[in-house]
């Protein structure tokens, strides 16, 4: 594909391939009270795709151009695990976590945001964080043949990420986007062929980063 560049005419950028490779295995006991599902997978890529922005200043103004450029490689690998148990009747808890190690191979040339070129080789993939977590138990009661009501408490945890190319050159606030946690709180009343669900997501009021903005191309915000 052809794409116009700064300093005018255009540029052409190479498709990506990919090799996904994936190994798994779910297993259940034989009272099907407890599941353990986990699999672990390695991704290759050649000429991947990574979306820059840069700014220039020209006649007085700044105008910034966006673009697609290829990096030469690129490689992401690790594990996902998940764990089901029933506990006693009605009672249902779970727990899960993921690995991911996702970085550029080779990746000499890579747009900085201000118009320069750095090596971003090693370096990891954007919103690619390195570990997920999560837990959740539900308490299910049948008060009769058509009537249940379910309670139901959720933890999630996202490691911290690098949220864009250009914040890949820079360290500390406000270009990494740090790890964080929440809790959610969920409840259902479910009669014959209708349900109603009351839900209170991040319960604790607990504030975080999702992403980051930048100013300009020169300054991060989030």
């Not at 798994?24 to 099907?32: I, L, N, P, W, Y």
């Not at 353990?36 to 997978?41: A, E, G, H, L, S």
């Not at 020209?58 to 594990?79: E, M």
């Not at 139901?152 to 864009?164: A, C, T, V």
């Amino acid at each position: 594909e052809a794409q116009p560049v700064a300093e005018g005419g255009n540029q052409i950028y190479k498709p990506e391939t990919l090799w996904n490779y994936e190994l798994g295995v779910k297993s259940e006991s034989a009272d099907k009270r407890l599941r353990f599902d986990t699999d672990v997978f390695f991704m290759n890529w050649k000429d991947i795709q990574a979306d820059y922005a840069i700014g220039q200043v020209s006649g007085g103004g700044v105008s910034f151009i966006t673009g697609v450029a290829n990096a030469a490689s690129a490689r992401s690998y690790g594990l996902e695990s998940e764990m089901t148990a029933v506990v006693v009747n009605g009672l249902t808890v779970g727990a899960g976590a993921g690995y991911d190690r996702a970085y550029y191979v080779s990746f000499p040339n890579a747009e900085s945001g201000l118009g320069t070129t750095g090596d971003l080789s090693g370096a990891t993939l954007p919103n690619s964080p390195k570990l997920t977590l999560h837990a959740e138990s539900q308490y299910t009661h049948n008060f009769d043949a058509d009537q249940s009501g379910f309670l139901r408490l959720e933890w999630h945890y996202k490691g911290g990420i690098k949220p864009d190319q250009n914040s890949e050159f820079h360290t500390g606030f406000p270009w990494d986007v740090p790890s964080y946690n929440v809790w959610n709180l969920r409840a259902g009343y479910t009669r014959e062929n209708w349900t109603v669900t009351a839900f209170d997501e991040n319960f604790l009021n607990k504030k975080y980063y999702t992403n980051a903005y930048e100013k300009a191309f020169v300054d991060g915000m989030f």
